[in-house]
Every structure is written in structure tokens, then in C-alpha cells.
């Protein structure tokens, strides 16, 4: 089937209480092993693309590595989104350029602002047949040239949604209920220890989520900042020469929980940046001679798989769902 938009994969995510998963793509391996791992448990994927990844590969390569990974897995809907698009001329380019869903993220600016933005780029995008997901609230961690201190990060305000969606016109709304972007979630003073030392966050706030789906029933709700942060990679980097201490995520259970409820879109990117980092320290120092790219990115590859695969079944509840 040719790229789809979410419309139908949120529907069902919605109905079924599972969320479907959106993944960062920046070059081939990490397209290949996302895609096998989704092909294989028959998932509806979205595979999502930064302003900094069109930076770093080329708008045309990364659509074109998707068009290639939508030949191979013929049975599986897919979309291909814009992430954090920072404004209405990169959504435009996008839409232009064979995505079928955007994200224009004003959520740094002020209301009406970003209810202004938001519209103009629901209006071109729906002419064009283009979803748009919008964000209210900021998550504290580091956005495609964004810093947001956790200082000047804020919770979505409940009572704003309800205007926000019916003025915008937005397909689904990213809101902020204490996940963030990157590998360091949160600073130790945030967060207790358990018995291996290892740090456990503050939980999510439940309680917003919920206030949010009551005020719009049915409307699909968006996680960013929503890796976990998985102690075997950070260990693995670790004992390869690396050096991430205290990096933490979000508890898998509460993500699972999320996607049972109006979560039906959760934004991975650094889970797969820790496993493929981990693969590739762990095979240069086992074999200091080799140089060959092909040899290093193949466990690099088959380990992105193999967390997209557990996210898929264990996390989002979508493996089968496509
Ligand atoms: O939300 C941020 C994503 O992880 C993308 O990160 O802007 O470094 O490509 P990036
Ligand atoms: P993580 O940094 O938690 O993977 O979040 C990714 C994200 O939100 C992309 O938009
Ligand atoms: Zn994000």
C-alpha cells in the first residue's frame, strides 16, 4: 500500500487502546531496522523526520529510503511525518515533498500564536491532504536546535485544548505531562534511587492526560519525549568506552499505560540512538582492526530492530494491529 496518513491508524489505535509508534529516521540502517521489526509483527508505523535530519541526509534521500522501506513492507500502512517542524515554510516543503503528516511545533510561543501558526499550516496541509499534529505546553530536554531547561518547560493547561483544536483544526495534539526530550529525563534531585542505584523518575501526570481526554473525547493524543532509556545500552556504552551516567527515561509501564488510554502516537528517537551507539562501541572495542562500515552497522542494525520489536509488542500494543 502507498504512505498513508494516521486518520485511520489513530482511529483504530484509539478504538483498539494501543498507540502506534514514531520513530526517528536520519539514514538507511536505522529505516531498515525499524521497518523489519514492524514488517515482522505486522504494525502500522510512522517514521518521522527532523528538521535536523533533513539537515544531515537530504529531504530527498530520507523520502526516498521511506518510499523504498514502503516497497518492502507492502502490508503494513505507514506515514511519513515531520517532526518539531519549527515553521510554516519547512511544514510547506514537506507537504510538497511527499509527507503525508507534519508537526508544526509553536508551542514555545504565546497562545494565540501558536493557534495562528497552527492554522495556517492545517489550511495548506488539508488542501493537500496532509495531517498536522500541533503541541501545547513545552517537555524540558533538547529539541532539533531547542533547548528547553526544565525551568522553562510547562505542563499542557487542560482548559486550553478545548479552544486550541476547534480554532486550529489540528488532527492531534502533542501535550506535556512530564516526559522529555534526550537520554537525561531527569536530574537526580528529581528522582529516587532504587536498589541497583539506578535512578526511578517521578511519575507522569495521569491526571492531565485524563483531564485532556475528557474535554476531547476521541481526539488522538501525542507523547514526545518518550524513551526509556534502556539500562542494557546505557551499560553497553558505558563498558565500551563511553560515558553517559544517570541517563534515564520513562518507565515502560507508564507508556503502556498511556497507550491504553488516548495516546495514540509515542515518539522514540534516543532508544534507538542508545542501541545503536551500544552496538557499534561494543564491536570496535571486541575488533580494533576492522574498518568496515558494513560490519559495524549490522549488529548496529539488528539491535534497532530488536528494541523496535519489544516496543511494539510490550510497549505500544500495536504488533498485529496493522
Ligand atoms: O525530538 C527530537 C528528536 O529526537 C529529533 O532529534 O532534532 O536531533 O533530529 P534531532
Ligand atoms: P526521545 O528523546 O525520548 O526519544 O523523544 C523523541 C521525540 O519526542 C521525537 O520528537
Ligand atoms: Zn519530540
Known amino acids: 500500500m502507498p504512505l498513508t496518513t494516521t486518520t485511520e491508524m489513530f482511529k483504530k489505535a484509539y478504538d483498539g487502546g494501543y498507540a502506534v509508534g514514531a520513530f526517528n529516521v536520519n539514514n538507511m540502517e536505522i529505516v531498515q531496522g525499524i521497518t523489519e521489526a514492524a514488517r515482522e509483527q505486522h504494525a502500522p508505523l510512522i517514521l518521522q523526520v527532523s528538521k535536523g535530519a533533513r539537515a544531515y541526509a537530504n529531504h530527498t534521500y530520507l523520502v526516498k529510503l521511506v518510499e523504498a522501506a514502503v516497497i518492502e513492507c507492502p502490508d503494513i500502512p505507514i506515514a511519513l511525518h515531520l517532526d518539531h517542524g519549527p515553521d510554516f515554510e519547512t511544514c510547506k516543503s514537506c507537504i510538497d515533498g511527499g509527507f503525508t503528516s507534519v508537526m508544526i511545533d509553536a508551542s514555545s510561543k504565546p497562545f494565540a500564536e501558536n493557534i495562528a501558526i497552527t492554522r495556517k499550516v492545517v489550511e495548506y496541509a488539508h488542501d493537500h491532504g496532509v495531517v498536522v499534529e500541533a503541541e501545547l505546553g513545552s517537555l524540558a530536554g533538547v529539541e532539533d536546535e531547542v533547548n528547553v531547561s526544565a525551568e522553562d ?100 509501564e507508564q507508556l503502556r499505560k498511556a497507550a491504553t488510554l488516548s495516546v495514540c502516537k509515542i515518539n522514540i528517537d534516543s532508544d534507538l540512538r542508545l542501541a545503536m551507539t551500544g552496538s557499534i562501541r561494543k564491536y570496535f572495542a571486541e575488533h580494533p582492526d576492522h574498518f568496515d562500515p558494513r560490519q559495524y552497522l549490522t549488529p548496529a542494525r539488528a539491535n534497532i530492530k530488536a528494541i523496535v520489536t519489544h516496543k511494539l509488542i510490550d510497549v505500544l500494543g500495536c504488533a498485529g494491529k496493522a
Do not use: W
Request: aromatic residues 8%; proline residues 9%; negative net charge.
Open 153 to 252: 518547560s510547562s505542563y499542557t493547561r487542560p482548559e486550553e485544548v478545548e479552544e486550541f483544536v476547534q480554532k486550529t483544526g489540528c488532527d492531534s495534539l502533542a501535550i506535556a505531562i512530564g516526559t522529555s526530550h534526550g537520554a537525561y529525563k531527569f536530574t537526580a534531585a528529581q528522582c529516587t534511587r532504587n536498589e541497583q542505584g539506578i535512578l526511578v523518575p517521578p511519575p507522569l501526570r495521569f491526571d492531565i492526560l485524563e483531564e485532556v481526554s475528557r474535554r476531547l473525547p476521541g481526539f488522538p493524543i501525542v507523547l514526545h519525549g518518550s524513551s526509556s532509556v534502556p539500562q542494557e545500552f546505557v551499560k553497553m556504552i558505558n563498558e565500551n568506552g563511553g560515558k553517559m551516567p544517570d541517563a534515564v527515561g520513562i518507565p515502560e
